[in-house]
Protein backbone atom coordinates (compact mmCIF):
# COMPACT_ATOMS: atom_id res chain seq x y z
CA UNK A 1 0.00 0.00 0.00
CA UNK A 2 1.63 3.58 -1.14
CA UNK A 3 1.12 6.32 0.64
CA UNK A 4 -1.26 7.75 -1.02
CA UNK A 5 -3.46 5.33 -0.71
CA UNK A 6 -6.83 5.66 1.09
CA UNK A 7 -7.92 3.39 3.48
CA UNK A 8 -12.10 2.99 3.64
CA UNK A 9 -13.71 1.66 6.74
CA UNK A 10 -15.36 -2.11 5.62
CA UNK A 11 -18.63 -1.56 4.61
CA UNK A 12 -21.31 -4.73 5.41
CA UNK A 13 -24.47 -5.03 2.98
CA UNK A 14 -27.73 -5.04 4.29
CA UNK A 15 -31.70 -4.68 3.43
CA UNK A 16 -33.54 -1.62 5.18
CA UNK A 17 -37.15 -1.75 4.63
CA UNK A 18 -36.52 -4.17 1.45
CA UNK A 19 -33.99 -2.04 0.07
CA UNK A 20 -30.07 -3.12 -0.41
CA UNK A 21 -27.66 -0.65 1.56
CA UNK A 22 -23.99 -0.63 2.00
CA UNK A 23 -23.61 0.57 5.54
CA UNK A 24 -20.38 0.87 7.64
CA UNK A 25 -19.93 -2.67 9.25
CA UNK A 26 -19.97 -3.33 13.16
CA UNK A 27 -22.59 -1.00 13.95
CA UNK A 28 -25.31 -1.63 16.33
CA UNK A 29 -28.85 -0.65 15.77
CA UNK A 30 -28.65 2.51 17.30
CA UNK A 31 -25.69 3.66 15.48
CA UNK A 32 -26.95 2.29 12.03
CA UNK A 33 -30.49 5.16 12.83
CA UNK A 34 -27.58 7.61 13.62
CA UNK A 35 -25.84 6.72 9.98
CA UNK A 36 -28.93 6.48 8.13
CA UNK A 37 -30.07 9.90 9.44
CA UNK A 38 -33.05 9.18 11.14
CA UNK A 39 -34.99 10.38 14.00
CA UNK A 40 -35.15 8.22 16.89
CA UNK A 41 -38.05 9.52 19.08
CA UNK A 42 -40.97 7.96 17.50
CA UNK A 43 -39.37 4.93 15.33
CA UNK A 44 -39.70 0.93 16.10
CA UNK A 45 -37.22 -1.32 14.62
CA UNK A 46 -37.69 -4.93 13.45
CA UNK A 47 -33.66 -6.67 13.16
CA UNK A 48 -34.09 -10.13 11.24
CA UNK A 49 -37.99 -10.33 11.84
CA UNK A 50 -37.97 -9.41 15.56
CA UNK A 51 -38.46 -6.42 17.57
CA UNK A 52 -35.62 -4.58 19.18
CA UNK A 53 -36.56 -2.65 21.93
CA UNK A 54 -35.17 0.93 22.26
CA UNK A 55 -33.50 0.37 25.55
CA UNK A 56 -31.75 -2.42 23.26
CA UNK A 57 -30.24 -0.19 20.34
CA UNK A 58 -27.33 0.12 21.24
CA UNK A 59 -26.14 -2.83 22.26
CA UNK A 60 -28.02 -4.87 19.42
CA UNK A 61 -25.42 -5.40 16.41
CA UNK A 62 -26.38 -5.21 12.78
CA UNK A 63 -23.88 -7.91 10.93
CA UNK A 64 -23.59 -8.23 7.14
CA UNK A 65 -26.82 -9.95 5.53
CA UNK A 66 -29.71 -8.39 8.17
CA UNK A 67 -32.91 -7.39 6.99
CA UNK A 68 -33.72 -4.00 9.04
CA UNK A 69 -37.51 -2.73 9.00
CA UNK A 70 -37.84 0.69 10.20
CA UNK A 71 -40.95 2.64 10.84
CA UNK A 72 -41.45 6.39 12.12
CA UNK A 73 -44.73 7.13 13.21
Same mark, same amino acid.
Given at each position: ?? #????? /??? !? =???? &??? %??????????? #????? /??? !? =???? &??? %????????????????????????????
Amino acid at each position: MS #AHSEV /FPS !V =ASIW &VNG %EPKQVPSGQSV #AELLE /FLE !V =ACDR &VAV %ELNKSLVRKRDWPQTAVTPGSSIEIVEF
